[in-house]
């Protein structure tokens, strides 16, 4: 049964990259509060403690998010296990630094393909069933690094950038069916993305060591020190999903905001002093 009375029916949970992380985090809280979940990992097997403490509303299922033959059965899984997917979670990727100028083309490819192209492919692959139903709720792990570019990450930044604007359009695709996107853009959170979800390009320059090279430190001196608490990020992006008109964006933590409003500073800062040229270019 589930534990909150004042929702009619539980959900069905589609959540990608459940082994470690935000994904770990959310498919533990979902399944708490009575939710279904089709958990789904690159090593399903990871999720044993999920299916086994949950045995009739989780099942676990082997996804890797750049084989188009994963994402199909594990659509067809949820939909022969529960019948309908409510919310889609692209959660599954992991990090990249490097300047651009170091990293290599398989190095960029591969990133895109996990970030980027294997979200989309879910997307697509969902929606026909999202429409049907006249309901659902597509929920794109961003960062802050999706809205903020950071030197030394500039291809992460592109494919996270990329979903942003992606996911906006989408929105608005998607709206008159009932279906509704949120991205969620979290800051430095207590998760292994400083550690086994991080990546350095195989290439380093001296050049740019004051830039990639002081960002990868960071990244390794931070490791275990974030102030973001994953299970905190698992109860806001509920609390997104549960609400009647949920955030097209969604910052996480007190650095997202900040990093975010001075972003946003910037902007209006360059719009402004440039209005005049601006608008000189029309007829």
Request: a neutral charge; glycine letters at 8%; charged letters at 20%.
């Amino acid at each position: 049964m589930n534990s909150d009375k004042n929702r009619v029916t539980p959900k069905v949970w589609l959540i990608t990259g459940c082994s470690t992380g935000f994904g770990r985090a959310l498919a533990e809280a979902v399944l708490k509060q009575g939710d279904y979940l089709l958990a789904t990992a690159r090593k399903p097997e990871q999720l044993r403690a999920l299916t086994k403490h949950y045995p009739e509303t989780a099942k676990a299922v082997r996804l890797d998010v750049t084989v188009s033959q994963d994402i199909q059965a594990a659509v067809d899984t949820a939909i022969a296990t529960f019948g309908r997917i409510d919310v889609l979670v692209n959660n599954a990727g992991y990090g990249l630094i490097g300047a651009l100028e170091e990293v290599n083309d398989t190095d960029i490819r591969r990133q895109f393909e996990t970030n980027f192209f294997g979200a989309l492919r879910l997307i697509r692959t969902v929606l026909p069933l999202m429409r049907q139903q006249g309901s659902g709720h597509i929920v794109n792990m961003s960062s802050t690094a999706g809205l903020v570019g950071f030197g030394g990450s500039s291809i992460y930044c592109g494919a996270k950038f990329a979903l942003e604007g992606t996911s906006e359009a989408l929105a608005k695709e998607v709206k008159s069916f009932g279906i509704k996107v949120t991205l969620i853009e979290p800051g430095a959170f207590r998760t292994d993305f400083n550690g086994r979800s991080l990546a350095a390009a195989e290439q380093s320059i001296d050049a740019y060591v004051p830039v990639s090279g002081a960002s990868l430190q960071w990244f390794k001196e931070m490791d275990g020190k974030q102030l973001g608490n994953p299970r905190s990020a698992a109860q806001a992006i509920i609390q997104a999903v549960e609400s009647p008109h949920p955030p097209m964006r969604l910052a996480l933590g007190t650095d997202a905001m900040s990093l975010i409003q001075e972003k946003l500073e910037w902007v209006k800062t360059d719009l402004d002093a440039w209005q005049q040229v601006t608008v000189s270019t029309d007829y």
